[in-house]
């Protein structure tokens, strides 16, 4: 069997680690660090060329009434981001057969700690700091696929906002979005191709035959 894809790339802070948790402790509850997060993600997505990753959570913190001290909370613990449930399942099923990276929407330190958090060897990680945007732009991608030889027919991506469907059919990507929560598709989104609030189903869908 001639598998539809050789390389999977993935979100890093919400298809495979808890960064939600590790927010909502740093900010002292979970309906602050929620507030506090989509402040953040709402200058994200509206960012586009980068600007320090650590400056725009900051910002957010004050937008949403947190001081300081949250901030510095979130960046000194950051090591204490845990894999979520079934991610290390996947990575080693599919360490032997395909290649694997992430795109993450972080600073070169900090996103590499993160991705060192999963204890599995990738072949690339690319943040967007080092691709000089942030996603759901389509250059942060088509770095990763660059750097891993790939094309986007035969590279799945696992999304973990539905954000990142806008950036994935920008480049010609397959997505799986792992959605955690059961959020729904933002407004004028592409569909994924699967989904589910769990990871595992990853598993098989990268391993499908070639269509056509």
Known sequence: M???YDFVLFDLLTALLDSWTLWNSA????????????????RTYACGAYRPYETLVREAAAETGLPP??????????????????VATVLEGLRGTHRLGVVTNCSERLGHLAAGRLNVPLDV???????????PDPRPYRLALQELGAQPGNTLFVAGSGYDLFGTSAVGMDTFWHNRVGLAL????PAARQGARGI??????????RRG
């Open 2 to 4: 001639t598998r539809q």
């Open 186 to 189: 933002p407004d004028g989104a």
């Open 27 to 42: 900010a002292g509850d979970e309906e602050a660090g929620r507030a506090w997060r989509a402040a953040y993600l709402k």
């Open 125 to 135: 990680v690319v943040t967007s700091e080092r691709a000089g945007y942030y996603k």
């Open 69 to 86: 001290a949250a901030a510095d909370a979130l960046e000194e613990r950051w090591a204490e981001l845990a894999p979520r449930d079934g």
């Open 200 to 209: 595992l189903p990853v598993l098989e869908l990268a391993n499908s035959p």
